[in-house]
């Protein structure tokens, strides 16, 4: 299952609830979501990663009175992992030249760039399949309008009719949504 | 240990969370920092024997709504510091108005006084000892903080010290109020607040320390 902040959201807030077969899911959802933050953002080794991953899953279970049901679950998911990176290096490479700490420092932007990923994922699940399909092929992933055409086994001038109208909905979307 | 060992012994204990835990935690904190240190104030210094005619005063009252509105605007700092993603506190700025209408509150009571009699006013008769007073009540009080703070996750944690020792020294000073007889506003503005500022300056040094997690 892909994880996204709704879905999160839902199953954070029944573990509070007591759910624990909703918090253990939590808790295995982030698994991968961990991993990716936390590998983009250190050159250590997986071992270091993995001990990471398992402090924050330890941090998310016994800090969690500190999450506020009415906010953003990966925001505060995100500045728990940031806190528990910090605290790492602080204790493990208190000795590492600064060039670890740079990578750190410039990989800030994941979170922006992984909270705006669940954002267009949001918003392409609002599209029909077709059309949602199509932008993913040819405007994340980076196909071609003929690869993606034969990807799908459609059409050039249908792939393209797609992404434009796809494309056009979620602007009006967008737009509406900021008004 | 295997990651999934670990998230199955993790959701094997999942008690309820209440909403709003962290307010509930915080207030149960420092009510029962509090009530120690009443009973401090009770057992050692004693209460004012005049407290009930004082309570129909207006000075008391002043003393009153300085030291709780404090507390309410560096308990509301608190709660927003023991999340992880607190990000600014655009209010802290509250703060200052207790300050400024107590110091108002100060600067009529001087135009009423002849100026041979400020000095007498200014220094009271504790002024040695009120700030250490004020210091010494809110240590239960910012020990009761800690407390709350073991489930909750301040990320900042000089900020989340000082906000947690400013609550502390604050409540302290409202509990004092019950001993102190003293009367002037200059009085409360200075010897007050600065038990307060020792108490959150304690909280700020001992913040990065006490609340790693």
Redesign the interface.
Known sequence: MRANEDELRRLMISGLDGNAADHAALLRLLVPVLRGFYRRRSSGADDDIEDLVQETLIAVHTRRASYDRERAFTAWLFAVARYKMIDHFRRVRRLQPIEGLEEVLVADGFEDASGARLDVEELLGTLPPKQARMIRATRIEGLSISEAAAVDGIGESDVKVSVHRGLKALMARIQGGAR | ?N??D???R???D????P?H??GR?LAIGLLLGALVAGIAVVGTLGIRPDLHVAMHGFSFWVKWTYTISLSVVALGMTAQL????SGRIRWAWLLAVPVVLLAGAGIVELARTPPGAWLAMWLGHSWKVCPWIVLALAMPIFAGLLWSFR???P?RLRAAGAAAGLSAGAFAATVYCVHCPEVSAIFVLTWYSLGILLAASIGALLGPRLL??
């Not at chain 2, 999942?14 to 969370?17: C, D, M, R, S, T």
């Not at chain 2, 023991?82 to 993603?85: I, L, T, V």
């Open positions: 240990m990651t999934d670990l998230i199955a993790l959701s094997a999942v008690p309820k969370v909403r835990a962290i935690r023991a999340r992880p993603d489930r909750l996750a990320t790693r997690w």
